[in-house]
């Protein structure tokens, strides 16, 4: 799970594969050295809601004010 807080006080939660969570990170990292793109495309995947084939939420490294991973188990 990531939780991201905007500076404006948005927060939004994704719930993504560990893959996914650590793209983020690397992208994140780059960024912050000042490498690499300036938004990140993270992918709703279940949280798809609507008639669309899918959809993606742009986060923007400058918006961003800070994030949290966690992780849980889940049970098949």
């Excluded at 490498?35 to 495309?41: E, F, Q, T």
Aim: charged share 30%; hydrophobic share 30%.
């Amino acid at each position: 799970m990531l939780t991201v807080t905007f500076i404006n006080g948005t927060e939004k939660e994704y719930d993504l594969p560990r893959t996914e969570v650590d793209a983020f990170l690397n992208w994140y990292d780059a960024r912050d050295a000042g490498r690499g793109p300036g938004s990140y495309a993270i992918d709703k995947h279940t949280n798809n809601k609507g008639p669309f084939k899918k959809r993606k939420d742009y986060v923007v490294f400058d918006k961003i004010l800070n994030f949290e991973v966690s992780e849980y188990t889940t049970t098949e």
